[in-house]
């Protein structure tokens, strides 16, 4: 490959690590540029012959091909994002259930929690878990069916006195047959706003705080 063609192939490589940056009108002049300077400057004695031609017209057709694959997936990105921005601007307002195991205990109002069952379970246990990691609260749901199962803390802990409000947690145990089922803990709350961050899009989930629109389960 003579020096001319090593020219070509280095911008080539270069225009690909700047695609984004270049309009396909740009990377087509310059792959003329650098041809037509090979033309010009050719071994008389040993001239290119077609297949090389047609070869540097490929690489122009491969790198122009990318840039436009580039724009053609930002675009796409763009839309899909806008399409789910609509979609989370019509939430606010919505109760949803999302993941999450924290219960926000107001005084006189008890505090609710869910479970998610990928199967039937012949006992459902919960405890409440205070923010030291000790248990204030163990409840006995019992039987649940695969699903969305929901409960309600009333404040309580074991020995039937109140708790102090503030924030707790709350940890699942289901069984079916003593054998254990797989469960995910879960909240509702109501939607309050929507944000655009650099991990992507959220949702302000009421006592919950802002989450994924991948963690929203369902939509009540």
Do not use: C, H
Not at 119 to 137: E, L, Y
Not at 180 to 207: F, Q
């Amino acid at each position: 490959m003579s020096a001319i063609q090593n020219s070509i192939a280095v911008g080539a490589a270069g225009t690909l690590s700047g695609a984004s940056a270049a309009s396909g009108a740009d990377i087509q002049d310059r792959f003329l540029k650098l041809l037509v300077t090979q033309l010009k400057n050719q071994d008389p004695l040993n001239p290119m012959d077609n297949a090389q031609v047609t070869s540097q017209l490929a690489q122009i057709n491969t790198v122009n091909g990318i840039q436009q694959l580039n724009t053609s997936m930002q675009n796409l990105s763009t839309s899909v994002l806008a399409s789910q921005s609509l979609q989370a601007t019509a939430l606010i307002g919505r109760t949803v259930v999302t993941d999450g195991n924290t219960l926000a205990l107001a005084a006189g109002s008890p505090a609710s929690g869910g479970v998610q069952l990928a199967q039937s379970a012949d006992s459902v246990k919960v405890n409440i878990v205070a923010a030291n990691g000790s248990i204030v609260r163990q409840m006995e749901l019992g039987p649940k069916t695969a699903g969305l199962s929901g409960f309600q803390w009333d404040g309580l802990d074991n020995a039937g006195a109140n708790v102090a409000p503030g924030n707790y947690s709350f940890q699942i145990a289901a069984t079916s047959g003593g054998q254990k089922v797989n469960s995910t803990a879960v909240r509702t709350g109501m939607v309050s706003g929507v944000t655009l961050g650099s991990d992507g899009l959220r949702v302000t989930v009421g006592g919950v705080g802002d989450v994924s629109m991948q963690q929203i389960r369902n939509i009540m």
